[in-house]
């Protein structure tokens, strides 16, 4: 039986294939069919599969690159290496004897040694996170040192000593981290500014564990979108990219992570083909994101922007009598767009007054627009024209609705449909209307977020279903950013 050698290249995320590039070996044969894959991935249309025959590459090489990746893949997998390490610790912990068994010690020593060589190779710290060998290597070193073991406890030092850099930059992050995510909680994105210098020290840290910077890079992401620095976050990603590719540890849950916030800034920076490639990738793994209340706003929010149905779906939680009182804040104007989106106006109406309510206590133009931009659609589509102008034109809505000027287009749909009930309250006639609608998407700036034009284009679709002549200049406007969206909306309305 032939193995299908193709469909394990076009497998693979971009991500992978620089990982073997750097990683598979030296071989002439083997680099140049990397590289031809690479070509692929650089030069080829996001949705045309890769086929060796094509770049005149033999089977025989092919096949080899394939074995080896699949080796090269479980040999250096990061969850088979944490799977050691916990093994470790557990078999540590749970000796009868009072002595270390001398080969249990043997077995980390070398372990970690190797792992040393590693990190010496990259410049920097290799294992994904620190706390597990921290604490492998302290009982160890204890456990040496009650068995006279001067040999080992001498290696086990040694390692110490390397490790000890890392370990305190670990325990200052940490005690940072918390602090942060409790600042946070409530996401006042806002604030940003204030902790963005010791948010970048700890990122920039040599050596810094994988994961912290991952954590942290959320952080930054936001800053520098929010602040407009576009050089700064392009060179960010490329410095990541590069980071996980030297790592000699594979980990798809981190390239999954990674493509999930790239996909984000690209669409922010208005790289509609990168944004695209990042988002067929990260769904070209099986391995699932971890997924956590602090992280559940992105899983939905990010669906829910880009209007795929079908994945958001696969986050909702079920909606019961509970629902309410049990989803985290910021989910709710997510939970409710979701339903109002699939037509359930009922339960997306009762999700968007639980917003409603929290708009008071959650000082964040975020949860403004979210909640606002879902509330007015249910309100046009419930044709209750007359409360969408009172709200608008109130002063404290008024006061809100500036502050979120400064996200841009980002709060279109608020505007939209204000516009919308003055037409069909007669305020405005329909060449007002076209005029007006096509001041709001007449996008000027250095940076035209996709996520904006998604957006657009799904709300001026709502003319065509209302049977509203859409005219000269916002017709040639609209069709301008429906072509500029197409490669996103082509692959999130079908499946991959």
Same mark, same amino acid.
């Given at each position: ?86 093994? %470790?610790?557990? @078999? *540590?912990?749970? !000796? ?9 010690? =043997?077995? +980390? ?66 005690? %940072?981290?918390? @602090? *942060?995510?409790? !600042? ?9 500014? =204030?902790? +963005? ?254 996520y904006d034009k998604i957006k657009i284009v799904n709300n001026l679709l709502i003319l065509e279903k209302c049977e509203i002549p859409i005219q000269n200049a916002l017709e040639e406007n609209y069709f301008n950013i429906k072509e500029e969206v197409a490669p996103i909306t082509e692959i999130t309305e079908n499946e991959i």
């Open positions: 039986m032939k193995t299908n050698i193709n469909q394990f290249i076009n497998s693979l995320t971009y991500i992978d294939v620089l990982y073997l590039e750097k990683h598979i070996g030296n071989s002439k044969e083997r680099q140049d069919t990397i590289k031809a894959i690479k070509t692929q991935y650089m030069n080829a249309k996001p949705d045309q599969d890769f086929k060796y025959q094509e770049f005149g590459i033999n089977r025989k090489s092919m096949s080899r690159v394939k074995f080896y990746a699949e080796k090269l893949f479980v040999e250096k997998s990061w969850e088979t290496k944490l799977s050691q390490i916990k093994s %470790f610790a557990a @078999r *540590l912990i749970n !000796k009868t004897s009072t002595d270390i068994d001398p080969e249990l010690a =043997e077995q +980390i020593l070398k372990f970690l040694e190797k792992d040393i060589r590693y990190c010496r190779e990259v410049g920097g710290y290799c294992m994904h996170t620190c706390i597990t060998v921290k604490f492998v290597l302290n009982f160890m070193l204890v456990e040496l040192r009650h068995a006279s073991d001067y040999k080992k406890f001498k290696r086990a030092l040694e390692i110490e000593e390397f490790y000890n850099p890392y370990f305190k930059e670990y325990d200052d992050y940490i005690a %940072f981290y918390n @602090r *942060l995510r409790l !600042k946070y909680k409530d996401k006042k994105w806002e604030l940003i500014s =204030e902790d +963005i210098d010791e948010i970048r020290r700890f990122f920039d840290v040599p050596g810094q564990c994988i994961i912290n910077k991952l954590n942290l890079l959320s952080y930054i992401s936001i800053y520098n979108l929010y602040n407009k620095n576009y050089s700064e976050q392009e060179k960010i990603i490329d410095n990541m990219i590069e980071e996980i590719v030297r790592n000699p540890y594979r980990n798809p849950r981190i390239i999954t992570m990674v493509y999930r916030s790239f996909f984000d800034s690209h669409m922010h920076l208005n790289q509609v083909k990168r944004a695209r490639q990042c988002y067929i990738d990260l769904h070209k793994s099986k391995t699932s994101a971890v997924i956590s209340k602090y992280n559940m706003v992105y899983h939905i929010s990010s669906k829910i922007n880009v209007y795929d149905i079908k994945r958001a779906k696969a986050y909702i939680p079920d909606h019961n009598k509970d629902s309410l009182k049990n989803t985290e804040p910021f989910l709710l104007p997510y939970i409710g767009r979701y339903y109002y989106l699939i037509g359930e106006i009922k339960i997306a109406d009762e999700y968007i007054q639980a917003a409603l309510k929290r708009i008071k206590n959650i000082d964040s133009s975020v949860f403004f627009i979210e909640t606002y931009s879902t509330f007015f659609g249910i309100l046009f589509h419930k044709k209750k024209y007359d409360n969408i102008i009172h709200i608008y034109e109130g002063i404290n809505f008024k006061l809100k609705h500036i502050s979120s000027q400064q996200l841009g287009n980002y709060n279109f749909e608020i505007r939209f449909f204000y516009l919308l009930a003055n037409f069909f309250l007669e305020r405005i006639n329909l060449t007002s209307l076209n005029t007006k609608i096509n001041s709001l998407i007449d996008i000027k700036g250095d940076i035209n977020d996709v």
